[in-house]
Every structure is written in C-alpha cells, then in structure tokens.
C-alpha cells in the first residue's frame, strides 16, 4: 500500500513538472513576432530552395540564428517555449492565428 502511495505521490510531482512554465518563456506576444518571421523566412526559402531545405540548409540554419538574435532569445529558450506552448493547445493556437493574421496583413501590403 506505502509503495502505491509513494509511486503515486512521485507520479503526480512529475506531471506537476512537466506543466510549469520554462523559466525563460518567450512570452506570448514576442513568439508571435518571432514565429511570423520564422514562417516568412521559411516560405521564401521554401519556394526558392524547395521545402527540404528548411531543415538542413546552412544558410537557413544560420537565419534561424539572426532570428533569435533579433528577438534576443536561444535557441533553447525558443525550443522550451514551443514545447511549452505544445503542451497549452489552447495558447498555442492563439499565437498560431495571430501569426497567420500578421502574414496576411504583410502579403496584403505587398499587393
């Protein structure tokens, strides 16, 4: 009974964990900025470069990090973030569509 009672008790701390937020969370109006700024950059190197270069070109790798930069996070920090973010579909949706509108907005500046 004590061992349930312990694994149980370990088991609950664990998921307890797993929610916190990251201790350098990207807050959610600069992901916004940074992910709409990922996005572009990957859709002009998609239609340049071809889609399976998003992931293995140097180049791209490199932009990635003057992304970062600009925004002056880690990659780590993003990386936490989104997965954060991964975990909260709900917030995660919300940066999603307010990403999509930003791009809207600059695709029609563009027109």
Known sequence: ?????????????????CD?????LIEEPQMVALLTDAYQLEGFY???RGMDSIIT???????????FAKHGVTQQQFDESMAYYMRHADKYELIHKQVVEKLDEKLKEMH
């Open 20 to 24: 916190r937020k990251p201790k350098c």
């Open 46 to 48: 998609a239609v340049e």
């Open 57 to 67: 070109d140097p180049v791209i790798v490199a932009t990635y990090d003057s992304i």
């Open 1 to 17: 009974m004590n061992r349930i009672i312990a694994i149980s008790a370990i088991f609950l701390l664990l998921c307890a964990a």
